[in-house]
């Protein structure tokens, strides 16, 4: 029996801040071609260094790297980093990224339905000796990275949860970009890119 993806712990509860969710669904004709769309989908959300190709052009570039700062060449593991090349100015804490750690992978199947999940949380950079976190929202947000199957229907979704801007950075220019830009997460930049990349996730 699959443990329910609001128990899986993959998607905290809202706290504090905003939050988002955006999901794109597609549904099969047959139980056959729904698994094989969840395993190709499931494979390209674990290809971290791929998201960019498959969103399209003016969204952000990903690349998955090791605790160093490392750029790595396989799939998403838990304790791997992210670092975010966002469209425009890049903050100095984080050597011109954002950075975040996949803290929590899960993977639940059964006959009729299967989820493969993925939450990562801001962090700092991995190779500075200081403790500012590197990233335009605070360390209390999240991000939850899912695909799902329930018997034909296949659905990618983003949740963000506890959206707090970070502006406890010390470089004041780093505090207005990240003002600016956790501003326009909220207001619809995350939703167009994320909206890119569930599309994409389920091509």
Same mark, same amino acid.
């Given at each position: 029996?699959?443990?329910?993806?609001?128990?899986?712990?993959?998607?905290?509860?809202?706290?504090?801040?905003?939050?988002?969710?955006?999901? &794109?669904? *597609?549904?099969?004709? %047959?139980?056959?071609?729904?698994?094989?769309?969840?395993?190709?989908?499931?494979?390209?959300?674990?290809?971290?260094?791929?998201?960019?190709? =498959?969103?399209?052009?003016?969204? /952000?570039?990903? %690349?998955?790297?090791?605790?160093?700062?490392?750029?790595?060449?396989?799939?998403?593991?838990?304790?791997?980093?992210?670092?975010?090349? =966002?469209?425009?100015?890049?903050? +100095? %804490?984080?050597?011109?990224?954002?950075?975040? +750690?996949?803290? $929590? =992978?899960?993977?639940? /199947?059964?006959?009729? /339905?299967?989820?493969?999940?993925?939450?990562?949380?801001?962090?700092?950079?991995?190779?500075?000796?200081?403790?500012?976190?590197?990233?335009? &929202?605070? +360390?209390?947000?999240?991000?939850? &990275?899912?695909?799902? $199957?329930?018997?034909? %229907?296949?659905?990618?979704?983003?949740?963000?949860?506890?959206?707090?801007?970070?502006?406890?950075?010390? *470089?004041?220019?780093? $505090?207005? *970009?990240?003002? &600016?830009?956790?501003?326009? /997460?909220? =207001?619809?930049?995350?939703?167009?890119?994320?909206?890119?990349?569930?599309?994409?996730?389920?091509?």
């Amino acid at each position: 029996m699959v443990i329910p993806l609001s128990a899986s712990g993959l998607i905290p509860s809202q706290q504090t801040g905003a939050q988002s969710n955006t999901s &794109f669904v *597609r549904d099969a004709v %047959t139980i056959r071609e729904a698994e094989q769309l969840y395993e190709n989908a499931r494979r390209r959300l674990l290809d971290v260094n791929n998201w960019q190709e =498959i969103s399209g052009e003016y969204t /952000a570039a990903f %690349t998955l790297t090791d605790s160093n700062g490392r750029a790595l060449r396989r799939s998403a593991l838990e304790g791997d980093n992210i670092r975010i090349n =966002i469209p425009g100015p890049g903050a +100095q %804490t984080g050597q011109g990224y954002d950075w975040v +750690q996949i803290e $929590k =992978i899960a993977m639940q /199947a059964d006959s009729n /339905a299967a989820y493969t999940g993925m939450r990562v949380r801001p962090l700092p950079l991995p190779t500075g000796a200081g403790r500012q976190v590197a990233h335009f &929202f605070r +360390q209390y947000a999240t991000s939850s &990275f899912v695909v799902e $199957k329930n018997g034909n %229907t296949v659905r990618a979704s983003v949740y963000g949860r506890n959206e707090l801007p970070n502006t406890g950075v010390r *470089r004041l220019l780093d $505090k207005i *970009r990240n003002l &600016f830009i956790s501003a326009g /997460a909220v =207001i619809g930049f995350s939703k167009v890119q994320w909206g890119s990349l569930v599309r994409g996730i389920l091509q």
